[in-house]
């Protein structure tokens, strides 16, 4: 089992930057990959990045260049810097651990807007 708890978002400007984190219940490097997935209203969940146990990490298009994934393995937790955020950046950050199961955090709203 693993639980998962994140933090971080919030109402910034574009242009703006936000810090989101990803607590895990257990160690993370024991953890195949942990992601980041975003959904925004009437939209599918869609993959914003991804880091494997090895530090392999990718990202979605739309994001690479202004979003780092890193992790912080002695606190077991999973950041995602947001820089150079847009107005379509706006929906629910949900975490994900995939440990043999897939396990997933509640969400954090993040919504950029003027």
């Known amino acids: 089992q693993v639980q998962l708890v994140e933090s971080g978002g919030g109402l910034v400007q574009p242009g703006g930057s936000l810090v989101l984190s990803c607590a895990a219940s257990v160690r993370i490097l024991s953890i195949y990959k942990m992601s980041w997935y975003r959904q925004a209203p009437g939209k599918q969940r869609e993959l914003v990045a991804v880091?494997?146990?090895?530090?392999?990490?990718d990202y979605a298009d739309s994001v690479k260049g202004r979003f780092t994934i890193s992790r912080d393995n002695a606190n077991n937790t999973v950041y995602l810097q947001m820089d150079s955020l847009k107005p379509e950046d706006t929906a629910v950050y949900l975490c994900?651990?995939?440990?043999?199961?897939?396990?997933w955090g509640q969400g954090t709203q993040v919504t950029v807007s003027s």
């Open positions: 994900n651990a995939v440990k043999v199961w897939n396990y």
């Open positions: 880091i494997t146990s090895g530090g392999t990490t």
